[in-house]
């Protein structure tokens, strides 16, 4: 069956490192298990071989999507403009990265570090957000590369924690090519419920990352997927789906502690994503038309 939307399975499901062997077997596993797109984590894209990847994942006619938080010394909601500069820096570095890998999205915290913050955002804070984004935004214009505002639950950031605090960052930024990304994960400690998020967005939703509220199977927790797909129906999105799942069994070494995986949720990720991308289809299939 044709499915609208692309569908995405990240990384971290396959392979904890960026190093050649380590992407070829992430992209081979994503073919196999029928995906669409590959979402790399840039937080350790230092081994990372940006035109190989490129060449292998159109030789297996792949798309590509890069995420990423930033870091607490380099990050662009602080008050302090060494920190913020560093944290500019980091977001433009990881924009070359995906717009040489072909990359359509570059996604995540790109507003602040992954933690938990001591205190909340700061008008001046914001307001560095604002600016860095928007100068980020300027520079993605041509590249092809769409950016994406993921709202994140209270404990990895402070910044945007709901849809309608993204859709305010949004307009403020001002610039057409970023998008809001939705996660069933944090929506589920977040939101009121799966629906209203997603019809308060509507065309402004942009990408979305389906996980778990333990991140592992999908189907083994509580959370409300048939609201959540209907409502996705209901706004008549096309955009990539990313299944998103970590267990202690693939392990990056930052990305890994920054979101606190310490638990075995799965060992086997061939089988966890032929089950993800079954449950995913299954319910978009079933969406009303
Ligand atoms: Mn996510």
Redesign the pocket.
Known sequence: MDLRNPLGVHALVWVGGTGPADVTAAIGKTKAAGYDLLEFSLHDSINLDVARTRAELEAAGLRAAC?RGLAMDADISSDDPAVVERGEKLLHESLRVAAGLGASHLTGALYSAFGSYARPLSAAGRANVVAVLRRLAKEARGTGVTLGL?VCNRYETNVVNTARDALRLADDIGEDNVVVHL?T??MNIEENDMVRPVLDLGERLGYV?I?ENHRGYLGSGHLDFTSFFHALGQIGYTGPITF?SFSSAVVAPGLSADLSIWRNLWDDGEHLARHARDFISTHLSAVPA
């Open positions: 995420s993921e996660d994960y944090h990352h996980g998103e």
